[in-house]
């Protein structure tokens, strides 16, 4: 299927959405009702799967995903995007849920760059970007433990120093299988 296809099809589709306003069900506003920021994967397996099993529907949190549901950069967009859920929506609590089988768990960093170069990447480029200071490889980085990851995260939002004091950071794992959930972390002060 060509990509022009998946458009036309996606247009085509949303005329219909509008008419009937099918988007009626999902009216909410931009706040969280459930005063929640949920980081978590890019996975497809999770797209529907995550919310149900966690009982969120429209307008219930916030969510980030990338692959992994990593926060590799204290001062990237994933964090960025959790102060804003904390300053601006009135989200009260972070949860980082990864999840078992996580592609970021088996990423081959040099698999990947080899695949970059056969498809047209030049080596050139390669080189000028090591040579400017980006270790591609360090940054194609996965993890080796989905739970260690989680716990790497929750520690990292736990520990910026934009953080308000007292957001509780919980962490958790999901089976993309059966949805059901490990509790990694348990950010509430005892
Ligand atoms: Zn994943």
Same mark, same amino acid.
């Given at each position: 299927?060509?990509?022009?296809? @998946?458009? /036309?099809?996606?247009?085509?589709?949303?005329? $219909?959405?509008?008419? /009937?306003?099918?988007? &009626?069900?999902?009216?909410?506003?931009?706040?969280?009702?459930?005063?929640?920021?949920?980081?978590?994967?890019?996975?497809? *397996?999770?797209?529907?799967?995550?919310?149900? =099993?966690?009982?969120? $529907?429209?307008?219930?949190?916030?969510?980030? $995903?990338? =692959?992994?549901?990593?926060?590799?950069?204290?001062?990237?967009?994933?964090? *960025?995007?959790?102060?804003?859920?904390?300053?601006?929506?009135?989200?009260?609590?972070?949860?980082?849920?990864? @999840?078992?089988?996580?592609?970021?768990?088996?990423?081959?960093?040099?698999?990947?760059?080899?695949?970059?170069?056969?498809?047209?990447? /030049? &080596?050139?480029?390669?080189?000028?970007?090591?040579?400017?200071?980006? *270790?591609? /490889?360090?940054?194609?980085?996965?993890?080796?433990?989905?739970?260690? =990851?989680?716990? @790497?995260?929750?520690?990292?939002?736990?520990? @910026?120093?934009?953080?308000?004091?007292?957001?509780?950071?919980?962490?958790?794992?999901?089976?993309?299988?059966?949805?059901?959930?490990?509790?990694?972390?348990?950010?509430?002060?005892?």
């Amino acid at each position: 299927m060509s990509t022009s296809t @998946h458009l /036309s099809n996606i247009i085509d589709y949303n005329r $219909k959405f509008v008419e /009937s306003k099918e988007y &009626e069900a999902y009216r909410t506003s931009k706040f969280p009702d459930k005063k929640l920021v949920v980081i978590t994967c890019m996975d497809t *397996r999770l797209v529907e799967l995550l919310p149900k =099993a966690m009982n969120f $529907k429209n307008g219930d949190v916030k969510v980030i $995903k990338n =692959a992994g549901a990593i926060i590799s950069q204290p001062f990237g967009s994933v964090m *960025r995007s959790v102060l804003v859920a904390l300053y601006e929506l009135n989200a009260e609590e972070v949860i980082v849920v990864g @999840h078992y089988e996580c592609g970021m768990a088996s990423l081959n960093a040099d698999h990947m760059i080899q695949k970059m170069i056969e498809r047209g990447v /030049s &080596e050139e480029v390669m080189s000028t970007l090591e040579n400017s200071g980006i *270790r591609l /490889s360090k940054w194609l980085r996965g993890f080796d433990n989905v739970t260690a =990851a989680v716990e @790497h995260t929750v520690d990292t939002i736990k520990k @910026h120093p934009l953080l308000p004091p007292n957001v509780p950071v919980h962490g958790m794992v999901i089976d993309p299988d059966t949805g059901e959930l490990d509790l990694v972390v348990e950010g509430y002060d005892k």
